[in-house]
């Protein structure tokens, strides 16, 4: 993919290093000269301009690119680039830093924002993931809230213990996507058994977290 990061900053220059590393074509836009180092990530395209203004947009081409990252430390920014080139360029995907997690309902469709990723937020689901077993913890919004990822270890003392997939009765819009058991990640089928320590990862809505956690320590139907 070709991908245009706004933002050339440590977690700019961070992503770029990471997406290279992956194959993809990257391109920087920064308009501090403070952060502008060409030669820290020579494989990016790396352009001194203001991702805020129009023209410095359309003078990249920056309509020829699959995502773009809005990656500044600052949400306004951040916010305009999104809207910008979503609205102006329409570009088929763009993903937008959050610095302050009071600023994350801003960031939606509204605003040409694809996927919201709040560093805070995301750091405090990991802190809550290792010190919390049998509760549901929120790893990450999707699609502007129409979904979460969450996570849940089977603790102690379960009922699901020795019980398989099959046995789960899922509301209709949750699903189990994956179960981290001892290192290996585990693609649920029906047949497979869960076991104590299993961490679990469900895609659902936010109304139905609660209904999960009802799984874990009261299914139904089991003895």
């Known amino acids: 993919m070709r991908v245009a990061i706004a933002g050339a900053g440590a977690v700019g220059q961070s992503i770029a290093k990471e997406l290279l590393e992956g194959g993809h074509q990257v391109m920087l836009l920064e308009r501090s000269t403070a952060n502008y180092h060409p030669r820290t990530i020579p494989d990016a395209q790396w352009v001194h301009a203001d991702a805020c203004e129009l023209s410095s947009l359309e003078e990249t081409g920056i309509e020829t690119c699959d995502v773009v990252i ?22 088929r995907r ?11 309902w801003l960031f939606t469709e509204a605003w040409g924002v694809d996927v919201a990723v709040s ?8 802190v809550e993931e290792a010190v919390s077993v049998g509760d549901v913890v929120r790893l990450m919004t999707l699609r502007q809230g129409q979904a979460n990822l969450v996570e ?11 019980h398989r997939v099959r046995d789960l ?6 699903a189990l996507v994956a179960i981290l058991r001892r290192g290996r990640v585990i693609v649920p089928q029906s047949d497979d058994p869960l076991e104590v320590g ?19 320590h009261d299914p139904p139907g089991l003895d």
């Open 198 to 216: 299993d961490e679990m990862l469900f895609i659902a809505p936010e109304e139905l977290e609660h209904r999960i956690s009802e799984l874990v």
């Open 119 to 126: 560093t805070p937020r995301m750091l405090a689901a990991m």
């Open 169 to 174: 009765t899922l509301p209709r819009d949750a």
């Open 152 to 162: 849940m270890t089977l603790p102690e003392g379960t009922p699901l213990a020795g």
């Open 70 to 91: 809005a990656a500044t430390g600052d949400d306004k920014v951040n916010l305009v680039v999104s809207l910008l080139t979503k609205t102006e360029f329409a570009v």
């Open 94 to 104: 763009v993903a937008a830093r959050v610095n302050d997690p009071q600023n994350e």
